[in-house]
């Protein structure tokens, strides 16, 4: 197999190291920005030298980001060559264009890397799916946001110095607004309820709350309440045409598994008619773990085997009226729902809610976060 890299940088960099070993898959150009000299011939700055050679079959987009990658793989599949992406931002917003170009071009899209970075999760997900007895997916899928919440809870660390130090390590982007707002996270759920759930969502119908304004004085009321604090995802499945889907800061109990994810490790799980509760444990990122299952996805091209976007799509709506427990939420704002005080931190207030619906509870600290931009809040698992 003949194959270019759309992109350089973490991922792309293990994949080429990593292909160096395998004798049928040859690298035959790379697309950059910038001069690489190491890469002598290989490199281009024109996509059409790697979409107009037909000698090229497969492109592995690493480049991330939704423009020009959406444009640069959807040209590769209208033109027949197989695409294998990491990148679940271009894959949640545009999914049905995505496969109604691979359809059209008879090419075929790999997508294993885009969620849980070296685990082997879609893949499953997709092999457990055929069942059409799925009807939950949850878990742990930002490293990132993983790692300052165990490092504050472990350390006692506060959450601007946690963040620092992650980027320092290389663990956080410049800009982290993805990893902390949530975003990163809502998208790879809705990669994985398109596997998993055969539907499609609209990234911004799913509720979603991050950790940027979490307090050193928040988790300690958690250590008080005897909770851990992770960021969640989680789809489930209601009629035809509905699924819940959130992702939020929840507080689990210490033994549950979520509280053992340490530092950046990710845990991803599903709920199988017959096969019940599984979870997938590992690096859910970093440069050879993606890679890998970047290099997975090229072999079963090679192979033909299972698609994890094999199965017919439809259109989903979010309905999170069904979601209720109580909330945790520290705010200098009236609260306005009825609720328990249970602390103070930074001299606001910390409640614990009466059980509310996680729309009710999103819409209402849309509303709190307008007078008090510094409020959070996180589900409480009962
Ligand atoms: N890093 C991870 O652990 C991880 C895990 C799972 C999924 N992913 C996904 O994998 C993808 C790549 O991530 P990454 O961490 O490898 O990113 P990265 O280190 O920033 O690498 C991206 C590379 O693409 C190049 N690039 C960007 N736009 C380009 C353009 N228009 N033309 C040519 N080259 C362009 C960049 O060039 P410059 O060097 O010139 O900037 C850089 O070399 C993303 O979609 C990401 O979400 C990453």
């Known amino acids: 197999m003949k194959i270019a890299l759309l992109g350089i940088g973490t991922v792309g960099s293990g994949v080429r190291e990593q292909l160096s070993a395998c004798a049928d898959i040859e690298v035959r150009r790379v697309l950059v920005r910038r ?40 040209r590769a599949l209208r033109a027949g060559k197989d695409v294998v992406t990491a990148n679940k931002l271009m894959l949640s917003e545009h999914l049905e264009e995505l496969l109604e170009a691979a359809r059209a071009g008879g090419a075929r899209l790999k997508i294993d890397a885009s969620v849980g970075g070296g685990i082997p999760y879609l893949f499953n997900l997709a092999r457990a799916a055929r069942t059409g007895g799925m009807q939950s997916l949850f878990g742990i899928v930002n490293g990132t946001t993983n790692l300052i919440l165990d490092t504050m809870q472990v350390e006692g660390a506060d959450f601007a110095d946690v ?7 290389g663990y956080a982007e410049a800009d982290p607004s993805a990893d902390i707002d949530g975003g990163d996270a809502r998208a790879k759920l809705c990669v994985a309820a398109a596997v998993g759930l055969g539907a499609i969502l609209r990234p911004a119908d799913v509720d979603v709350a991050g950790i940027r304004t979490i307090a050193l004085g928040d988790v ?14 989680r789809a489930d499945r209601l009629d035809g ?14 033994g549950d598994l979520e509280a053992a994810v ?38 079963d091209l090679i ?3 299972i698609d994890p976007l094999g199965a017919p799509l439809r259109r989903a709506e979010v309905d999170n009226s069904h979601l209720v427990r109580r909330y945790y939420v520290r705010t200098s704002a009236p609260l306005g729902v009825q609720a328990e005080r249970i602390g103070e931190v930074g001299g606001a207030p910390a409640y614990l809610t009466e059980p509310l619906s996680a729309d009710g ?5 849309r509303d709190l976060r307008k007078a008090d931009p510094q409020l959070f809040f996180a589900g409480v698992r009962a």
Request: charged content about 20%; some cysteine; hydrophobic content about 45%.
């Open 35 to 74: 001069e690489i000299p190491e890469l002598g011939s290989l490199a281009t700055r024109a996509i059409d030298d790697i979409l107009g050679d037909a000698r090229i079959d497969a492109v592995v987009e690493v480049m991330g980001g939704e423009h020009p990658a959406l444009e640069y793989v959807l």
């Open 303 to 305: 192979d033909g085997a």
């Open 163 to 169: 963040l620092a130090q992650a980027q320092r390590a």
């Open 262 to 299: 340490h530092r950046n490790d990710n845990l991803i799980g599903y709920v199988e008619r017959s096969a019940g509760l599984q979870y997938f444990f590992g690096q859910g990122a970093g440069k050879s773990p993606t890679a890998f299952n970047v290099v997975m996805g090229l072999r």
């Open 220 to 233: 300690r009321l958690f250590q008080q309440m005897r909770r851990v604090c992770r960021l969640l995802v």
């Open 241 to 254: 045409d509905h699924l819940a889907a959130c992702v939020e800061p929840t507080l689990v109990l210490p």
């Open 361 to 365: 509870m999103h819409a209402h600290a």
